[in-house]
């Protein structure tokens, strides 16, 4: 509990001064355009132009959480909706509602989008009409759990409004390329320097934390997920590679396009990761406990709104089957955690999900707890974890000394080994991961 004081303290302190910050002009002279030594540098990227602003709509995210996790739903709808942090070259605040709402308009030309919007009955405005559902409690969200809808509107606001704006920065840099002008956006912002903003964000840059963006959630899962692969630094490389393509005078446009793609791929491996946590979470014969529940439908719920439209242009049976296990309301995982992971590896290696193989999603080991609320039912959902794990391990261990008796234990035997233990839904070593975005 001192902990959770002390960070919610500390996040005000943060967020105090970055109101204050605020007050100033827009365009500050400390970061000259172009100027590397006062622009900011998100993880290993270096910005060339000023999207410091940019950065801080994660403390939008930052305040509206705080507000839908006390339910306090009128308030995080302003956030949203009226943005606090983020200010736009003319003055106003960019919001994250404002992500979806534009998306007609600046995205109809990409692929990803396009996809989506399809698959949310051709509907443009589908993440912001999610996020109002959840805060409202109207549509799908009628009747649903207060934490379930806590949950479902900030993981849309982050996975779903500000995930695809992040491919559309991308995009755009690629067509900025193409029209040999870098720099033609809002503010002389080069959409690749925003690119890492939006991914990244200003706590990263910052504070040094990990942050609330998808960087963060990259960071957290890649600690639940053991094997699992290095996300984010494969994207801070590329974000970094396709810099210098930009920054070239050459413009090799298709090489800039391939590393957004390779980019967008990686983007979908900590939402697979979330949706096999969520699957495990929300399953009330594996990880599910009744105070957890709630949040883990609500979380399992905007994970799956962020992937689905690629899960169903890949196999739409799998669409449908993951779209019924993860509801916002009523019974979640109804197939069972096993069977969704079956499902979801079926994916790998096809479509949509061409570059991801299994072990860059590697195998849940410590689900941990649905976000620590400071309830007692998170802590007995650890130590059951925790409890499971041991008697897994013994299993393991026993396993293993007759495993080795036969053969040499290979390397191969041992990661397949553990990948049964996940798959055998009882997963998890009673970690507590830090509050994860
Ligand atoms: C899922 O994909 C199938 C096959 O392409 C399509 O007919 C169906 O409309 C898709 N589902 C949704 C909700 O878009």
Known sequence: ??????????????????????????????????????????????????????????????????????????????????????????????????????????????????????????????????????????????????????????????????????????????????????????????????????????????????????????????????????????????LNEGKKLVDSPTRNCPELARIKNEIIDLLKVPLLQGLIRYAFLADENSGGTSSNLPKARGEGNAFARSILPWINGTDPNVGTKIDENFPPTGRAVKDGYNSVVESLESLYGKEYFQSISADDVGTLTAAGDVEDSGLSGGAIAGIVIGVIAGVALLILAALWFMKRRKSKSSYAKEANLSGDVANGATAGDGYVPPEMP
């Open 1 to 238: 509990m001192a902990v959770k004081w002390f960070s919610l303290l500390a996040l005000a302190l943060v967020a105090s001064f970055a109101a204050a910050q605020d007050e100033g002009p827009f365009e500050d002279p400390d970061c000259a355009l172009g100027d590397e030594n006062t622009c900011p540098v998100y993880s290993t990227y270096q910005c060339t132009t000023d999207v410091r602003e940019r950065g801080e709509i994660d403390l939008d995210v930052n305040d509206m959480a705080a507000f839908a996790d006390s339910f306090e739903f009128g308030q995080a709808k302003s956030i949203f909706q009226q943005g606090k942090n983020s200010r736009t070259s003319s003055g106003g605040f960019r919001t994250l509602e404002g992500f979806s709402v534009q998306a007609e308009d600046k995205m109809s030309d990409w692929p990803d989008f396009q996809l989506f919007r399809e698959y949310y009955n051709d509907n443009p405005a589908y993440a912001r009409d999610y996020v109002l559902d959840a805060l409202d409690a109207s549509g799908e969200f009628g009747g649903a759990d207060d934490w379930t809808r806590a949950e479902a509107s900030v993981k849309g606001a982050q996975y779903m409004c500000l995930a695809m704006y992040v491919i559309h920065e991308m995009e755009d840099a690629v067509a900025d390329c193409e029209a040999g002008d870098v720099t033609a956006n809002d503010g002389g912002a080069k959409a690749w320097d925003e690119t890492a903003a939006f991914y990244v964000g200003s706590l990263v840059a910052n504070t040094g934390d990990d942050g609330v963006l998808q960087y963060g959630l990259a960071l957290n899962r890649q600690l639940q997920f053991t094997g699992s692969a290095d996300i984010n630094g494969q994207v801070m490389d590329l």
